[in-house]
């Protein structure tokens, strides 16, 4: 199956810095991939999703990059703020047959910003 | 939409003692998702459930545990008998599936805030 590496695991930068955090995937057959966001005492939230049809996409302050070839992807946070400090989670999804779920996370990087 | 809504948000028992999850769905979505998140582990599938049946279960840890779905709207996920072990936050989660050509994908997770279950 689907193997996803993240890294760095913990993270820390100083407001206004920006984040990048790297995931690699295994299977070339993976199509999407979701970044999630979870805060403390919460589930993780989606931020930013992007398929395998595109190279990057931003959304305000993220952004997502993927490069197929060599089969990783990032997520780069510009203008970090005391805000952004959660876990963030890369996962990659395997373009399925009808119901089969496909969805593999990585284990998580803990970014804390420091005003 | 209240989003995915779980109880309890704590639980605390002791081992041996049947433990009950429960999660309510978003309204709308077909797909509903059961993790359990460690330090060790991160977010593991436990079982997945399409239209209130089990797809899969292969992340299912042993037979202590079981999940139900009787209706759209509603699942559980029961620990009988539960372990120190079992320690863990248990998380569901729903998405609306939909078709692509003539393959049906599940994306877009919604998760629940979580049971954080500690078995002494």
């Known amino acids: 199956g689907e193997n996803v590496e993240q890294h760095p695991s913990t993270l820390s930068v100083q407001e206004g810095d920006s984040a990048v955090i790297k995931c690699t995937y295994s299977d070339s057959a993976s199509n999407y991939f979701p970044w999630y966001k979870q805060e403390l005492g919460k589930g993780p939230q989606l931020i930013i999703d992007?398929?395998?049809?595109?190279g990057e996409k931003k959304d305000q302050r993220i952004a997502v990059t993927l490069n197929k070839t060599a089969k990783h992807f990032s997520l780069h946070i510009t203008e970090t703020q005391p805000e952004d400090s959660a876990v963030y989670f890369c996962a990659a999804s395997i373009n399925p047959r009808a119901g089969a779920n496909n969805l593999f996370f990585g284990t998580g990087t803990r970014l804390t910003v420091i005003p | 939409d209240a989003g995915v809504i779980q109880s309890p948000r704590h639980e605390v028992t002791e081992m041996g003692q049947e433990v009950t999850l429960r999660c309510k769905p978003i309204s709308g979505h077909d797909y509903l998702f059961w993790y359990r998140q460690t330090m060790m582990r991160g977010l593991e599938l436990l079982i997945y459930?399409?239209?209130?049946?089990?797809?899969?279960d292969s992340g299912m840890p042993e037979d202590r545990f079981s999940a139900k779905m009787p209706n759209a709207s509603f699942s559980t996920l029961k620990i009988q008998p539960s372990e120190p072990r079992d320690s863990a936050v248990y998380f569901c989660a729903s998405s609306a599936g939909f078709i692509t050509g003539q393959l049906a994908t599940n994306e877009k997770l919604f998760f629940g805030s979580g049971t954080q279950l500690s078995v002494l």
């Open positions: 459930f399409n239209n209130n049946v089990p797809i899969d």
């Open positions: 992007i398929r395998s049809n595109v």
